[in-house]
């Protein structure tokens, strides 16, 4: 019997190389709103959140931001995103509809987006390709499945 899911937040997967998670302490830009697991990227040195298929990555919010007034006033620390860094997400379809998991999933490109601070995989997006499903968390034939993603190195911030 196949299983359905709700949307959770994205989180460490595993690193693929068995190296410890990089992890790094950063300035946070001002007005930042961002959740603990949010994704985000560096703007003129500062942390903030991306949008939907960003085009640039640099990891994942390991805390929520601090929402000061004043750029560079607080610091977060942030899972960077390697080649080795291994995201664990659901698979879900346009604007978090359901979605089957597919044996054809498996290595495939796909587009990335956001409901409620909860970061998908997009499958009906395959334009806008952000990550490439490398591992299956659950089975297939489950609904919104987890799945472990890279991030593609066109959309990295770090190699």
């Known amino acids: 019997m196949a299983n359905s899911y709700t949307l959770q937040k994205c989180s460490l997967g595993t ?26 990227f560096r703007d003129s040195g500062y942390v903030t959140i991306c949008g939907s298929d960003p ?56 587009g990335i987006a956001v409901s409620s601070n909860k970061w998908y995989v997009d499958t009906s997006d395959t334009s806008n390709t952000r990550v490439r499903i490398q591992k299956f968390v659950d089975a297939v034939g489950d609904t919104n499945a987890k799945v472990i993603v890279t991030v593609l190195a066109a959309n990295r911030e770090v190699a």
């Open 55 to 110: 085009s640039t990555i640099l990891g994942m919010a390991l805390e929520d931001a601090h929402n000061d007034d004043s750029a560079g006033t607080h610091y977060i620390l942030v899972l960077v995103f390697t080649e080795m860094t291994g995201i664990k997400m659901n698979v879900m379809g346009a604007s978090a509809a359901d979605y089957v998991l597919l044996a054809a999933d498996l290595g495939k490109e796909y």
């Open 15 to 40: 690193m693929f190389d068995g190296s410890p998670p990089v992890v790094w302490r950063l300035p946070e830009a001002a007005s930042q709103t961002f959740k603990e697991g949010d994704l985000v």
